[in-house]
Nanobody, 121 residues
Framework: QVRLVESGGGLVQPGGSLRLSCAAS????????MGWYRQTPENQRELVAT???????NYAEAVKGRFTISRDNAKNTVYLQMNSLKPEDTAVYYC???????????????WGKGTLVTVSS
């Protein structure tokens, strides 16, 4: 009913930048908060950044000052600009959207399939 598709991952050298995008499509009535999470084989999925419909943002301490989350409500798309990347940022990055679908009152979380970001020289 709702599909989230991430793009923009890849291999980058330490200190480099990447921009992730995530577009939501389907029977969408409205989207509340959107966000990015990441996961490595050793760790649980962790929050990277979230953004509300109104543009309020929240960041994990590890990425503050380096990553910027933004969204285009008209396109149902969220972005993550990642600068000054470090090897420890290497992970699969997942998009999340708290979405209300047409005909259903309650919203629920939807997830993308993830995009791999590798920071290595």
């Amino acid at each position: 009913q709702v599909r989230l598709v991430e793009s923009g991952g890849g291999l980058v050298q330490p200190g480099g930048s990447l921009r992730l995008s995530c577009a939501a499509s389907g029977s969408i009535f409205s989207i509340n908060a959107m966000g990015w999470y990441r996961q490595t084989p050793e760790n649980q999925r962790e929050l990277v950044a979230t953004i509300t419909t109104g543009g309020s943002t929240n960041y994990a301490e590890a990425v503050k000052g380096r990553f910027t989350i933004s969204r285009d409500n008209a396109k149902n798309t969220v972005y993550l600009q990642m600068n000054s990347l470090k090897p420890e940022d290497t992970a699969v990055y997942y998009c999340n959207a708290d979405t209300r679908i047409s005909g259903i009152f309650a919203s629920r979380d939807y997830w993308g399939k993830g995009t791999l970001v590798t920071v290595s020289s």
